[in-house]
Every structure is written in C-alpha cells, then in structure tokens.
C-alpha cells in the first residue's frame, strides 16, 4: 500500500517537473533579443581592424503584399507600402539585418555627430531598424503633417506612448538608460506602420543595406564573438561566429539567414 | 510647566498629523497579512506573482494589470510617474467600472487594502528603487465648465487628434480604433466618451484632466506631456499662427522667415523639457519658459476635458423599470418615419446590456453598454426605434478560431403569449424553453429587414414560415446604430405576439458585436424587462362621471324628497 502512495507521489512530483520544463520552453519563444557586454568602456582605439561581409537570404522569399492603407489615404497612400519584416534584394541580400560584436568590453566612443532619426515619411518609418546609443535622443521626425502616434514596445525602459500632432515636425525623445533590443515601434494610428529600435551600450552595431552589406570599423584588434539579429530570421546568439581581428586588417563574415 | 504642556501639545499633534499623513499617502511595509488578503483575493485574477496572469485572467478584457512593470492606468500622478498609494488604495476600494475590476470597499477592510498596496508594490522594484516621490498632477489652475471653454476644447480635440480613435462625437470609433494594442498586445478599445459611467478611473473633470495629461500608462492612449502640444512654448497666439502658416500651400519668403522663428521658439521649449525630463538642472530662465508653456498646456487641457465632460450626460440613465418603464405614446394617424423629428421629443428607456455567461460560447467582455428606445403606437400600428453604441460597423468578418461569419445584430425578444397577470410564469429569458418567445433579429448587413423567429431556447430558435408585414430600417452613423421597426398591433401569425393598449408585455434584448468576437450565444444581451403601450385616457371621461355625479345628486334630492314626504304623511 505504502508502495503504491510513494510511486503515485514519484509520478506526481515527475509531472511538476516536466510541467515546468514545458512552461519555461514555451517562454523562449518570444521575440529574440540582442545580448550586451555586462560593461564597456570607451577608449582611443589606434590602428584597429575592420569586419564586413553580406548578408544573403536563403529560402522562398515570399510574394511581396501591399498592406492595405485603412486611412489618411491621400498621405499614407500615395504610394504602395509594403511589410518590411523581410527584404530581400538582388542576389538575395538581405536588408536591415543587424549584425554586432556580442561580447566587446572596450573600444571607440560613439560617433556624436550620427544621426539617431526615424522619419514617419508617407506613414512608413526610415529607417525599418535603427540603433540609438543609451544616453543618446532618438529624434521622431513626421514629415506627413498629419497625427501619428509613437509607440515603442520597451520593456526594460519605459515603454514611450507619445502622439506626435501634424505640426510636430521634429519630437525628440527622452533618452534611454539601459541598453534593450529590438523593441518594436509602431505608430497606433496607422497600424501598419512599424519600426525596431535598439537602444545599445557601445557603437560595435551595424545594419545591412540594400546590398547586404554591413562593416564594423576600428575594432580592436582581438577575438570576438559576432552575432546577428534579423526580423523574421531570428538571431544567432546561441550559437555566435567567432572572428578575429588583427591590428589594421579586414576579416571578412557573411553570414546566410533562413526563416526562423 | 506651560512650555512643558506646549511641548506636550505639540508632540502630540506632530504624530496626529504625522499618523494621517502616513494613512493618506504611504502603505505599511508589506506584510505577511498583505500577501495573505491578496492571494486570497486578488490572485485569481493578477496571479500569485502578479503578472497580471492568474487563472480567471484569460477570459477577460481589459485584462488584469500585470504589476511586475510598474505601469497604472489610474493615477493622479503626471507621465512615465508611479502612481501614489492613495492611487492604488482607491483603485482598490473603487473598482475600475466598465472592467472586471469590482469595487472592494464592502469586501476588504481599509486596512486589508492598505496591506495589499503594500504588497503588490513588492512585485516591481521601482517602486522601492524610487528616490522622490512620484510629481503629482496640478489641479489648480481648474477652469469652470462654460460654453465658451467646451468650444475651445472641442477645436482642440480635432486638432490634438483625439478624433483619430475616439471619433467625431467621441463613440470611441474612430478609424483607428479598431487595431489598437496595449503594452501587453491585447486589444485596447478606446473609451466611448459619450458614456462616462464605464471611465475606469471615474469622469470628473478633474479625472478626465488627469488621465489626458498623465495618460492611461500601459494602454494605447498616449500621454500628452506639454511637448505634444502642437505649438509648446508659444502664446495662444504664436501657436495658432504657426499653425496657420503650416496650412498654407505657399508662403512668401516674409512668412517662411517668421514660420522658422516660431518653429525656433518652439523646438526650444521642447529641448527644455526634454532636459527636465531626463534629470537636468533648468536655469532661471529656462524654469521661467517652461512654467509659462505649461501653463498654456494645463489651460488647453482644461479646456478639452469641459468638452469632453460635455460629451456625457450627468449620470447614467436608470434602467428601464419602475417609473422608467418603456411606454408606448399614442398618437393619432401615420406613425413617425425614422427620420422624423417626433422621435427627439420622446425620452429614450435604458435597457443596460450584460454579457451572455450562462451557456458556451460566453461573453464576458461586452462591449456594448445599452440599448435605448423609443415607441409611438396608433389605433392599429407600433413604430420603435432601437438605438445603440457600437465602436466598430462589422458586416462581415470571419471568426479566425470557428469560421464563422461575425456580424452586428440586435434581437427583440417577446413571450408568444402575454402572460395573464403578474405572477403569471415568462418564457426562460434566454430565448425561451418550454414556453416559447418571439423574436424579431436584424441583421447590420441586410439593414433594412427584420425576421421573425419562434424560439424553444437559445440553440432552438426557427424563421418563422410566415414573414408577416414588418418594416424595417437600419443606420450607422458616427458608432451608432438605429434600428426602426413598425408593425401591426394585431396580425393573423398565431406565432406572433398580439398587442393590445394597457397591458404590460415583457421584452427583452439581445446584441452582438461583430468585431468583440460576437456569434451566437456569445453576445450580450437583457433579461425580461417589460414594456406598454400607454393607455389614452378615454375622452368618455368628459361625459360618464358628471352623468353620474348628476344622477347621484338627482337620486339625493329624490331620496330627500321621498323621506320629507313620509314624514309630513306620519305626522
């Protein structure tokens, strides 16, 4: 008798723990995140190298569908927009694709006289991924003069709820503390409209243009982990490349990304 | 011995104070008893880490708050502040109307809820990690409700683009209602402004004031912090030009010279605010054009929340019984069309809906309030006209999770029979049973037509086979439909409900909003309310009771004269 209660209590405990098992895998399957060095200090980087490559898409890139325009057609609608979660270009290049050094604790200061701007342009947001320094402005522009609403999905910061009327041209936005990203950007009025941020902790950060194409310059020469994060891709931080980079020299990195 | 008395005073007065004040903003240090009442009571819905994720969450909307990010709807606290915690006390005790969110002054004690703003304060650090306390909204500068300051927010709500979600007249439908998400991505309906009753956080113009310039943290609604105001750090004046000058197709080169100063001005002011927002010391200076440009911001939003309050009416209508009961109005020859101004006369009956939970599917998120109506009858016909609020003109959606076609209706529910007297037994209100009802169900994509149905119960409802004459006609104008229906009072169906002047005849409703998921017995709808058509005091009455009173004086004086007769004959 007392076997029995003991196996139903073993069996009962096993289930807790697979239970949990599953409740914690289910968690992981969230929006796929960037991952930051725990600190980084800003130095005078002399002689440093350089890392580039292209980033090419493989797989059936799917027809490309305009988003229906439900208002302020005269503005938003003057030209067909389309989803901007995956672009791919000739020779299947890879658009908007950061690619960034996961685990650099040292190196260059931020560029000041970059522009930290996204345009809400014919009711699109340009850039579809922008990087923001923690500490540094990201500056709405509306260029439409018609209302639109800022809304940027952060979670670590506070989450930024701001209308921004059709005489605001310029709205920059209180900075940031800690590093987090991408959080989306999305514009409540015009639900089609959408946008990633990432607010970053050191300037090791590119994204890929119409070509693919990203470069990291004057890194330190040393080895470092790089890592990539794409929209409909995912990331690679769990399994990142490994480069390294000597003093003045070039490595090159492409990378080629399926759909997650 | 008297400095000693008034030292003794004044000790004893510095912990009165002191024991109101902790009472009035500050909750005990969270307790064993905190964590208690609020796993006992709270958890169901917030969940025991209070991730807004507990067992009954996930039937609801708006969903419980999470309260692991810091972010509350309700507070008198100004953008991006925690809230108070006299904030989350009267939360507590209030309830957030229009939500699942039940008031708890009857359930908890004053000090059970103090406990339980203590605890769930444990569940985000900021709250802890806060140096000063959250910067409170200023209501001083209120400006009295008047017609001229309703006009002025009435330009501003256009111009600030409240309009864009909640609509023309503030039905909550405006074109972009329909895709907005909160923090969480949960689908976030903007208020109907016309009903302030379903204000989570009450409709006092000092609330609405308050929620415009804080915002609703965690919601769509946007905060408008000063800089959101189009023309920030500029007079009245300066602002209405700069937006004059905007709205020119071309300027001259003159003007593009000053629309570049004001711009200047302007993007100054904000540079300053954002400066204060992330931390920095202001220079006299710079306080001075801050304080100036907030005080325009707080009097433009004064404005807009006069206008706003004008929106509603003062109080929620009472529900359509006792004195409220829908009557009927007689009235001689042709019936009003729906157009016709007879209606605007009638006072509306409040028939309060409430989501159908008795049977799967259920809705326990209505998001239609009530429907009103109005009823004029002559000696052979009766005309309603059924009016509600709906944020979205849904004909034809599909239902991603059943495949079904989701649709805007209404149904008119009526017994088969009147029952005879008031004890007599009704049909079960959802849709009959044993006894059955009569039904007449309008559709939003065939507008203009009403069907009939008998009903045995809520899956057991039939098209009446004989369609008799009704007429019908349907609108949806500005999150509003109207739906107008006439009929015969008697007709040859022994199906259909036969009316007759002076009796009281249950009735009841059914909605179902299309784009709240609304499909079959998901819906919301009444229990038996009754209405009447108003008996015409009969104009017989100018001729029976003076015949009568006559003949009784008449049978007096006979009565007089029969006795005085007797007697002189007895004497």
Redesign the interface.
């Known amino acids: 008798m007392k076997s029995y209660l003991l196996a139903s209590l073993a069996i009962l405990l096993a289930c807790c723990f697979v239970g949990t098992a599953f409740a914690a895998d289910s968690g992981s399957g969230e929006m796929e995140m960037l991952v930051f060095p725990e600190a980084y200090k800003a130095m005078k980087v002399n002689n440093g190298g350089t890392i580039s490559g292209v980033v090419k898409f493989e797989g059936d890139v799917p027809e490309k569908a305009a988003l229906e325009i439900t208002k302020d057609e005269k503005v938003c609608g003057a030209d067909p927009k389309f989803d901007e979660s995956l672009v791919v270009g000739e020779g299947n290049a890879l658009k908007n694709t950061i690619v960034y050094l996961i685990d650099i604790s040292a190196g260059k200061d931020f560029d000041e006289k970059a522009k930290t701007e996204i345009d809400q342009k014919g009711c699109k947001f340009t850039p579809h991924v922008q990087i923001v320094p923690v500490g540094a402005r990201l500056t709405m522009l509306n260029s439409d003069k018609i209302m639109h609403n800022v809304h940027i999905f952060s979670k670590i910061n506070k989450p930024v709820n701001k209308a921004q009327p059709k005489a605001r041209r310029k709205m920059p936005l209180k900075a940031v503390k800690k590093a987090e990203g991408p959080v989306e950007v999305k514009c409540d009025v015009h639900g089609w409209m959408s946008a990633w941020v990432s607010y970053v902790p050191h300037p090791y950060f590119a994204v890929t243009n119409e070509k693919g194409e990203f470069t990291l310059e004057d890194v330190p020469a040393g080895e470092y982990k790089l890592g990539y994060w794409h929209e409909a891709c995912g990331t690679n931080s769990k399994a990142p490349v490994a480069v390294t980079v000597e003093a003045g020299g070039t490595v090159t990195q492409d990378f080629t990304l399926k759909m997650k | 011995m008297r400095i000693r008395t008034i030292a003794l005073l004044l000790i004893l007065f510095g912990m009165l104070v002191g024991f109101n004040f902790a009472h009035a903003q500050n909750a005990p240090e969270a307790s064993e008893k905190g964590k208690q009442v609020y796993e006992n009571s709270c958890a169901h819905c917030h969940g025991i880490e209070g991730r807004g994720d507990g067992s009954a969450a996930e039937n609801l909307l708006p969903k419980p708050r999470d309260f692991t990010?810091g972010?509350y709807k309700i507070r008198s606290t100004e953008t991006?502040q925690l809230p108070t915690d006299q904030d989350l006390f009267d939360i507590i005790t209030e309830g957030m109307p229009g939500s699942s969110m039940p008031p708890w002054d009857t359930a908890l004690s004053a000090n059970d809820r103090w406990e339980v703003v203590a605890y769930i304060k444990t569940f985000y650090d900021g709250f802890k990690e806060a140096e000063t306390p959250p910067k409170q909204i200023n209501l001083s500068g209120k400006v009295p409700y008047a017609e001229q300051s309703v006009e002025t927010g009435k330009a501003l709500y256009t111009?600030?683009?409240c309009v864009?979600?909640h609509g023309d007249v503030g039905r909550g439908d405006g074109?972009?209602a329909p895709?907005?998400t909160d923090?969480w991505g949960f689908q976030s309906w903007p208020a109907n402004l016309t009903q302030g009753w379903n204000f989570r956080g009450g409709s006092d113009t000092e609330d609405i004031f308050k929620r415009f310039i804080g915002?609703l943290?965690?919601s769509?609604?946007?905060?408008?912090?000063g800089?959101?105001?189009?023309?920030f750090g500029l007079t009245a004046e300066e602002s209405s030009r700069?937006?004059e000058l905007?709205n020119k197709d071309e300027m001259t080169e003159a003007e593009e010279e000053e629309s570049a100063q004001l711009?200047e001005k302007y993007?100054a002011a904000?540079?300053i605010a954002?400066n204060l927002?992330?931390g920095t010391e202001l220079s006299a200076e710079e306080k001075q054009i801050y304080d100036d440009a907030m005080s325009v911001v707080y009097e433009k939003s004064w404005h807009l929340a006069n206008y706003v309050k004008s929106l509603m009416p003062e109080k929620r209508p009472e529900p359509a019984i006792g004195n409220n009961v829908l009557r009927s109005q007689y009235i001689q020859g042709e019936l009003p069309e729906m157009d016709d101004a007879a209606w605007e006369t009638l006072e509306a009956s409040y028939f309060p809906l409430v989501g159908q939970v008795v049977i799967e599917p259920r809705q326990f998120n209505p998001t239609i309030d009530a429907v009103n109506v109005k009823s004029y009858y002559n000696d052979t016909e009766v005309a309603f006209l059924f009016i509600w609020d709906d944020r979205t003109h849904t004909t034809d959606e599909t239902d991603e999770e059943t495949g079904k076609t989701l649709e805007d209706a209404l149904a008119i529910q009526f017994p088969v029979k009147v029952p005879q007297g008031p004890t007599a037994p009704k049909p079960y209100f959802l849709w009959g049973g044993r006894l059955p009802v009569y039904l007449w169900h309008w559709k939003a994509s065939a507008p203009d037509q009403v069907t009939e149905l008998t009903a045995k119960g809520i899956n057991n409802a039939g098209v009446q086979e004989a369609q008799g004459e009704l007429q019908a006609q349907g609108t949806y104008t500005n999150g509003q439909y109207k739906l107008w229906v006439k009929r015969a009072l008697k007709t040859d169906d022994k199906k259909d409900l036969q009316l007759e002047s002076g009796v009281f005849v249950p009735i009841a409703f059914s909605a179902w909003d299309g784009a709240n998921g609304d499909v079959d017995t998901k819906r919301v709808m009444t229990s038996w309310y009754t209405f009447v058509l108003e008996p015409v005091p009969s104009s017989k009455r100018f001729i029976y009771p003076p015949l009568i009173a006559l003949l009784s004086v008449g049978f007096l004086f006979g009565l007089r004269a029969f006795v005085q007769r007797r007697n002189s004959e007895e004497a």
Do not use: H, N
């Open positions: 990010r972010l991006g111009e600030l683009g864009e979600c074109t972009s895709d907005l923090e915002g943290a965690g769509a609604m946007p905060a408008f912090e800089d959101s105001f189009p023309g700069m937006i905007d711009y993007d904000v540079d954002v927002a992330e």
